[in-house]
């Protein structure tokens, strides 16, 4: 019985010990919000052939959050900052997509150009924005907040002179399944390339040595130097990586608004990406990360908004509120939390021996 007992206390010890148990259990607590306030959060259904429900548009608005939190994860790991330009590069590479496929016009019925060539333009634009921020970081030496806050300001500016001012609308069905629909699918296409996208990435970093290099670059770079390791290539790798994942978030955004919106395109994401690496376990001076941890922070992050709209919250409000839960939750799993909470443990631990012997005399 006794063996029975302690097994059952090592697997509920090696459950909570999970880098992965906090953040699941932040999106548990929310969901559970979100089924309190509405009862039927959980019901799917299919009108016309297509999914319906809160679960699925949680799913479905959270695509382009993940795919940042993934990029800012690998610089907050790497560099022990983060890349606040994210919103920015995703409007330049959604300028560029849009302004090849319209060919300089201003509304288009059809393409002007290659779609995939105007894909992989906006991709390398994006990963040009990110090899911008990370000279200026790995070669440089320059605080990441502050190297990022350069295209934070300026990355909608420039989107705007590649758009001459102009919203540029592209209505060809081909491009709005990017943000939408393919063919008779019921699951909205952003899902499918959320997930190629989270695939792809622990792929690499699986199969690869990048994930190691940039935890080790991210815990000491000058020790990383000692063993071989180029820590200024790796800083100015994933912030490429970075400004190539906000390409492609770019890209989704604007097939759902089948245009390129510079100035809302992106607006505000790359707080709730850097949001979605602290709510994910991860530690925002660097070192070791949770990929998947980031994902799920980022599904957390857009179920909360869902269940503010629920309640009622204006637009205008909803950053306060999402504020002060996410500082509830960051506060839970910081390690002075844990700590003070390690200590009262302890403290009852040593309290009951005391008891004991007290009751003796």
């Not at 992965?20 to 259990?25: G, N």
């Not at 300089?104 to 924005?129: D, K, M, Q, Y």
């Not at 350069?150 to 943000?179: E, F, M, P």
Request: glycine share 10%.
């Amino acid at each position: 019985m006794s063996k029975g007992m302690e097994s059952n206390k090592n697997l509920v010890k090696k459950i909570t010990g999970s880098r992965l148990f906090m953040p699941i259990m932040c999106l548990i607590v929310v969901l559970l919000i979100n089924v309190i306030k509405t009862p039927g959060f959980f019901k799917i259904t299919i009108n016309n052939g297509v999914l319906y429900g809160y679960v699925i548009d949680v799913i479905n608005r959270a695509s382009e959050l993940v795919i940042l939190a993934i990029g800012m994860t690998l610089v907050t790991a790497a560099s022990g900052g983060q890349d606040i330009s994210v919103g920015a590069v995703m409007a330049v590479a959604a300028a560029v997509c849009c302004q090849i496929l319209s060919g300089g016009e201003v509304s288009v019925t059809a393409f002007a150009n290659p779609l995939i060539f105007a894909i992989l333009a906006a991709l390398v634009a994006g990963a040009i924005c990110g090899a911008f921020n990370g000279m200026l970081v790995s070669r440089f030496g320059i605080q990441p907040m502050v190297a990022t806050l350069i295209l934070y300001t300026a990355g909608r500016g420039v989107a705007q002179l590649i758009t001459k001012g102009q919203i540029t609308y592209i209505r060809v069905d081909a491009y709005q399944s990017i943000g939408g629909y393919i063919g008779k699918s019921p699951i909205p296409t952003p899902v499918f390339l959320t997930l190629i996208t989270v695939i792809i990435v622990s792929i690499v970093l699986k199969k690869t040595a990048l994930g190691l290099y940039i935890e080790s670059v991210g815990i000491n770079g000058s020790a990383s130097r000692l063993v071989g390791l180029n820590s200024t290539r790796i800083k100015f790798l994933v912030y490429v990586i970075c400004g190539l994942l906000a390409g492609v978030a770019g890209v989704l955004a604007s097939g759902r608004i089948y245009s390129a919106d510079a100035n809302n395109i992106g607006l505000n994401l790359e707080m709730d990406a850097i949001l979605a690496v602290a709510l994910g376990g991860n530690v925002l001076s660097g070192g070791k990360f949770n990929l998947m941890g980031s994902v799920i922070g980022a599904y957390t992050i857009q179920a909360l908004t869902t269940t503010l709209y629920a309640m009622n919250v204006s637009a205008d409000q909803l950053p306060v509120y999402k504020a002060i839960v996410v500082i509830i939750i960051v506060v839970l799993q910081s390690s002075v939390f844990k700590k003070f909470i390690s200590d009262l443990k302890n403290k009852k631990k040593e309290g009951k021996p005391i008891a004991v012997k007290g009751g003796q005399q």
